[in-house]
């Protein structure tokens, strides 16, 4: 069933949108949420609040791509059912270790309220459609997913290497991207 329809059940409080939304994004929405967990019951446990997250926000949200936004429902969840495991003490895990790479090319502020505003969004948005469709996804892969450099090596064809001088590259550019519009780095 195509992500209009899915919408439209939900909207009309269907419950089938859940069970189609599951079926067909499910396992993408698995693999999200086990790149920054590593754990599979915590990872089954984000998708499922995923799912109920979407039930609750779609009648007042109008999703214009399902995909994307059960994406980023998944990768909040997962986010902070990883912070809550680190404050217990169990390991700093992938998400510091991501964001710390990111540390250099965004704004000196506080990284967790920055990337919640939309102004950024929006910037990094028109950033990353400067560059090569490769460059970004490899890009998107990395940040957005959490994604092992070897897990992104081999989806693209590439050696590991080289999609560290991708992410150095495009990480320098969007510095300099985010200083031109005003961002103190």
């Keep these: 069933m ?3 329809k899915i919408i439209e059940l939900f909207w009309a409080r269907d419950e089938r949108a859940v069970e189609l939304t599951e079926k067909k994004y499910g396992k993408y929405c ?3 949420a086990n790149n920054i967990l590593s754990d599979r019951l915590d990872s089954d446990e984000c998708v499922n609040d995923t799912l109920e997250r979407a039930w609750l926000a779609i009648p007042l949200n109008k999703p214009k791509n399902l995909k994307v936004f059960l994406a980023k429902i ?3 969840l997962s986010i902070d059912r990883l912070r809550r495991k680190e404050s217990i003490g169990r390991g700093r895990g992938v998400v510091n270790d991501v964001l710390d790479e990111l540390i250099e090319c965004l704004p000196a502020e506080n990284v967790d309220e920055v990337i ?3 102004e950024l969004e929006a910037t990094i948005d028109s950033f990353l459609s400067t560059i090569s469709s490769r460059d970004r ?3 998107l892969r990395r940040y957005f997913f959490a994604q092992d450099i070897a897990e992104i090596a081999e989806m693209f064809n590439l050696k590991e290497s080289h999609v560290l001088v991708i992410l150095s590259r495009v ?5 300099i991207h985010l200083e031109k519009e005003g961002y103190a780095i």
């Excluded at 990480?171 to 510095?175: A, E, G, Q």
């Design 2 to 4: 195509d992500d209009d």
């Design 30 to 32: 698995f693999t999200i």
């Design 74 to 76: 998944t990768r909040n």
């Design 116 to 118: 919640n505003l939309k």
């Design 137 to 139: 996804k490899v890009f």
């Design 171 to 175: 990480s320098r550019k969007m510095k």
